[in-house]
């Protein structure tokens, strides 16, 4: 009866289980392969959230700032260039600057001597990443 028992049991063959594990590993490298883009995506959402959120204190901070006669934000809507940038206090990612006229429209500059707009600019600080491209940019008017 012992020999009879034996040859009915059926286990798995070593070519079998070879094959398993070969199906199983592709299948847990192709879902591996996800998952570096989606932690960058989801670690650019987080900083142009945080960015953001820079622009918006600062524009702000600025109109708290300003005095009466709007000497502070008269002062931006003049600027030719960008002021320089300031690393942002609660992020060291990012920088900002402020500016009279859009960095990421193509309209084209006001003529010198005349107000733009006031801009908070944001931007990568360039220890993080050498770029120059504008993260986020918001406009506010007084």
Do not use: C, W
């Not at 940038?85 to 003529?111: I, K, N």
């Amino acid at each position: 009866m012992y020999g009879a028992e034996r040859r009915g049991s059926r286990g798995y063959s070593l070519l079998e289980v070879i094959v398993a594990v070969g199906i199983f590993a592709i299948g847990i490298i192709g879902i591996l392969q996800f998952f570096p883009p989606a932690l960058r995506a989801s670690s650019e959402a987080s900083l142009r959230g945080a960015a953001a959120l820079l622009a918006q204190q600062k524009a702000e901070e600025i109109r708290r700032d300003d005095d009466q006669a709007g000497s502070l934000i008269e002062a931006i809507t003049f600027l030719e260039e960008p002021t320089g940038p300031v690393t942002a206090p609660f992020d060291d990612r990012l920088v900002y600057q402020f500016h009279s006229r859009s960095l990421l429209s193509d309209e084209p500059p006001p003529p010198p001597g005349t107000p733009g707009v006031p801009h908070v600019i944001i931007r990568y600080n360039p220890e993080f990443r050498p770029s120059a491209d504008v993260l986020y940019e918001l406009r506010f008017d007084p």
